[in-house]
C-alpha cells in the first residue's frame, strides 16, 4: 500500500538574490537535535489591521496573541533548518530580506536553511509594503506600520536565537491527519454550503490533508508540534487581533500538550474557504477540529526521520501577462475604484524612476529534504490546491508536502486552470497587491519544472 503524504508541509520562500544553494555541513554532533521558542508579536497599540479592504477603522483589542515561533532541527551531523511561523497575513520580499539577512548575519545560516511561513489570518497587522495598494494611511498610521514592522523582525531573530539555545537531543517524525472544513470557494456558494455538505454535494478541488511535524525530547515528551492545512484564515472579520482558526487550534494543541510549542503553517488553500464563518464559535470550533486531526495522528502512524537534513532554494523570474501602458497607467489615476487608482500611482512612480514596469516577479521556491523520504515544497503567494494536488502525484516516491504563504506572499498563484478562469484569485487580486496585470500563462509550468529541478539537489 502506498504511503501517504508526509508531514511537515507548508513551508514557503521567499526572495533573496537569485539565489540556488545545497546546503549540507559536516559538523559534529551526537543525535538530532531540536530547540523551539516563541515571541509575542501582538501590536501594543491600536493600528491597522490587515487582510480586508472593507475595514474602516484600527484595531479595537485583542482575542489572543499573536505569535512568532520558530522551531531549529538539528541532524546528526550539525546541518540545520529553521522554521519561523508568524500570525500575519503575510510579509512581502522587504520584510523577508530584512529578517533573512539578519538570520544569516547572526546565526552563520545559508538562505536555504530559513523559511518564514505565515498563517494568513485576517486578524493581524499591516506589515511593511505588503497589500499596499489596499491601504490609505496617514503619517501616524504609516509610522505604526513602520515600528510594528521592526517589532516583528525582532522577534523573528530573538525567537530563532532562543531556539537555537534551547538544542537538546530530539527525536523527529511525520504522520498525516485529515480535517473537512475547507470548501473550495470558487465552486460553492458561501450560503450554499451547509446544504451542499450535508448533501455531499460540494464542489470543486480540495485538499482535506492535515501533516504533522512531531518533535520528542529525550524523555519522549512532545517539545513541538508543527501542522499545516489548505485553508484560509477568514473566518473572522472582527477588529480584534487574533490567529484565527489557526491560531485557536495553536492554542488548543497546547492546552493538551502543556509541555509542547505549536507551530502552523499554511498549505496551499488560497481557493479554499473555512466554512461557515463569521463568529468566534466557528473559528474556536475550526481550531478544535484540526487540533483532533493533529492528535489523531499523533496517537496514528507515524514514521520515525533518519537521514539527513538538506535545503535547496532558487528566486525564478516568474513572467508576468502583458503590461498596461503609460497612457492605461495615466487614465487608471482618474478610476472611481480607489485600488485601482492606487496602484496607478504607484506603478507611475516605478515608470518614472526606472523607465519601465517590472515584466517578471522574483518568485521564491525551496525544498527542505527532512530526512530520507520526507520533502517540504516550499512556495510563495497565496497558492492555490491545484499545486498541491499536482506536485504530490508527480513525486510518487517521496512524501511530499506543499505549503504556500512563506516568505514572500507578493500575489495569488493561480495555476492555469484558475487564471483561465479568472476572477480574483486568477486576475483582479493582483490590484490589491499592486502588481500591473495578471500572470503568463506560462506560471504554473515554470514553478513545477522549477520544484522538479531542485527536488534532484536534495536526492
Not at 539577512?101 to 485576517?122: P, V
Not at 527525536?171 to 455531499?200: H, I, W
Not at 501577462?321 to 489615476?333: A, C, F, K, S, Y
Request: with cysteine.
Amino acid at each position: 500500500m502506498a504511503r501517504r503524504p508526509t508531514c511537515l508541509s507548508a513551508l514557503l520562500l521567499t526572495a533573496v538574490c537569485f539565489v540556488h544553494s545545497v546546503v549540507a555541513h559536516p559538523a559534529a554532533a551526537a543525535s538530532w537535535q531540536a530547540g523551539v521558542a516563541r515571541q509575542v508579536i501582538t501590536p501594543p497599540a491600536p493600528m491597522w489591521m490587515s487582510g480586508y479592504a472593507s475595514r474602516t477603522g484600527p484595531a479595537e483589542g485583542t482575542l489572543h496573541d499573536l505569535w512568532a515561533k520558530a522551531l531549529v532541527i538539528q541532524d546528526p551531523a550539525g546541518e540545520k533548518l529553521v522554521l519561523v511561523t508568524l500570525d500575519l497575513v503575510g510579509i512581502g520580499r522587504d520584510v523577508s530580506i530584512d529578517a533573512c539577512t539578519r538570520l544569516q548575519k547572526k546565526f552563520g545560516l545559508k538562505r536555504s536553511q530559513i523559511a518564514l511561513c505565515t498563517s494568513h489570518t485576517h486578524t493581524g497587522p499591516v506589515v511593511g509594503s505588503n497589500l499596499g495598494s489596499m491601504y490609505f494611511l496617514d503619517e501616524a498610521g504609516q509610522k505604526l506600520v513602520t515600528e510594528q514592522t521592526e517589532r516583528i523582525v525582532v522577534g523573528i531573530v530573538t525567537a530563532v536565537g532562543n531556539a537555537m539555545e534551547d538544542l537538546q537531543p530530539a527525536k523527529l517524525s511525520y504522520g498525516m491527519g485529515t480535517a473537512t472544513f475547507a470548501v473550495n470557494r470558487r465552486n460553492n456558494r458561501e450560503p450554499d454550503v451547509p446544504k451542499l455538505r450535508e448533501a455531499g454535494e460540494l464542489k470543486g478541488p480540495i485538499d482535506h490533508s492535515a501533516p504533522v511535524l512531531a518533535v520528542h525530547d529525550a524523555d519522549n515528551s512532545l517539545k513541538a508540534v508543527v501542522f499545516g492545512y489548505a485553508c484560509h484564515a477568514t473566518v473572522l472579520s472582527l477588529n480584534q487581533w487574533s490567529g484565527d482558526w489557526p491560531g485557536f487550534a495553536q492554542i488548543e494543541l497546547e492546552k493538551r500538550h502543556p509541555d509542547a510549542v505549536a507551530l502552523f503553517m499554511a498549505g496551499c488553500g488560497a481557493d479554499q474557504n473555512p466554512l461557515p464563518r463569521r463568529t468566534v464559535e466557528l473559528a474556536e470550533a475550526y481550531g478544535q477540529q484540526m487540533a483532533d486531526a493533529v492528535d489523531k495522528a499523533l496517537d496514528g502512524e507515524m514514521h520515525p526521520v533518519t537521514g539527513a537534513l538538506k535545503s535547496t532554494y532558487q528566486e525564478i523570474d516568474l513572467a508576468l501577462g502583458e503590461l498596461p501602458t503609460r497612457d492605461q497607467v495615466t487614465q487608471d489615476l482618474e478610476s472611481p475604484n480607489k485600488y485601482i487608482a492606487s496602484r496607478a500611482k504607484s506603478l507611475l512612480a516605478e515608470l518614472d524612476s526606472k523607465g519601465q514596469l517590472a515584466s517578471t516577479y522574483p518568485y521564491p521556491v525551496q525544498i527542505w529534504a527532512i530526512g530520507d523520504r520526507a520533502r517540504t515544497v516550499i512556495l510563495g503567494g497565496e497558492v492555490v490546491v491545484d499545486y498541491s494536488l499536482r506536485l504530490r502525484s508527480e513525486f510518487p516516491d517521496h512524501d511530499l508536502w506543499v505549503a504556500g504563504y512563506s516568505n514572500d506572499v507578493m500575489a495569488y498563484i493561480p495555476s492555469l486552470r484558475v487564471l483561465k478562469e479568472g476572477g480574483y484569485e486568477g486576475a483582479s487580486s493582483m490590484i490589491y497587491y499592486g502588481l500591473p496585470t495578471v500572470w503568463s500563462e506560462n506560471v504554473e509550468e515554470h514553478i513545477v519544472e522549477t520544484v522538479h529541478a531542485l527536488a534532484k539537489d536534495v536526492n
